[in-house]
């Protein structure tokens, strides 16, 4: 079975600073990892994935992860948050049997 | 955008009455799923499919039923809704990216 833990439920941060979201998983397979955003009284979208191949991947919003296996982890990072990145985090996994399980997400708000 | 779509957005239900919520997608996913968010506990599994009358349950299924008798129609009824399945309920689909995208959700209040 897999399961994952994101440790910080909320991460205030100055805008223009650095954020780091952390999330660690467990499982005893191959894992798919992603990384979804959920802005007030929307749906869940889908902000970058780590399938295979390159351990860092990018999203099209300056976020960034690296897939970390000897830590078990899939951290999310942005050098530079702006007022807009606020929202909600969550942190999944598949372990390719097409079941998803999330992390309890972790809520970033950016100040001004 | 996956063309998932979900209705009603919004319902408010009284204690031990049925209740239906309907995910319809046009793309021809096999997979489709339920799930609830609450806060403090992310989103948890409900109910998945994998295919036309193929459904299996996840880790929250107690007090719901699903059924899937299209490709494109995935519903999940709750037989008799009680306080605790106030929440918000949103639908997925599996793409052939092996990706779920998400539909916009349904808040279900259950007075």
């Known amino acids: 079975a897999q399961s994952v833990t994101q440790l910080d439920s909320q991460v205030p941060v100055f805008e223009e600073a650095p954020v780091e979201l952390r999330c660690n998983y467990s499982s005893s397979v191959s894992v798919y990892l992603f990384w979804y955003v959920q802005y007030p009284n929307q749906g869940l979208q889908l902000l970058l994935k780590y399938l295979s191949g390159s351990t860092l991947v990018e999203s099209i919003n300056g976020f960034e992860a690296e897939f970390n296996k000897s830590q078990t982890s899939f951290h999310l990072r942005k050098p530079s948050v702006h007022i807009s990145d606020t929202a909600e985090y969550f942190c999944?996994?598949?372990?390719?049997?097409?079941?998803?399980?999330f992390g309890t997400g972790t809520s970033l708000t950016v100040i001004p | 955008d996956a063309g998932i779509t979900q209705s009603p957005r919004h319902k408010v239900t009284e204690t031990g009455t049925p209740v239906t919520l309907r995910c319809h997608q046009t793309?021809?996913?096999?997979?489709m799923y339920w799930y609830r968010q609450d806060p403090g506990h992310g989103l948890r599994l409900i109910h998945y499919?994998?295919?036309?009358?193929?459904?299996d349950k996840g880790e929250v299924s107690d007090g719901y039923s699903v059924s899937r008798s299209k490709t494109e129609d995935f519903l999940l009824t709750l037989e008799s809704a009680t306080s605790s399945q106030t929440s918000v309920y949103f639908c997925a689909i599996l793409s052939r990216d092996d990706e779920q995208y998400f539909g916009p959700g349904t808040r279900l209040t259950v007075t």
């Open positions: 999944a996994v598949s372990g390719r049997g097409n079941q998803f399980y």
């Open positions: 499919s994998y295919g036309v009358k193929d459904t």
């Open positions: 793309e021809n996913h096999r997979y």
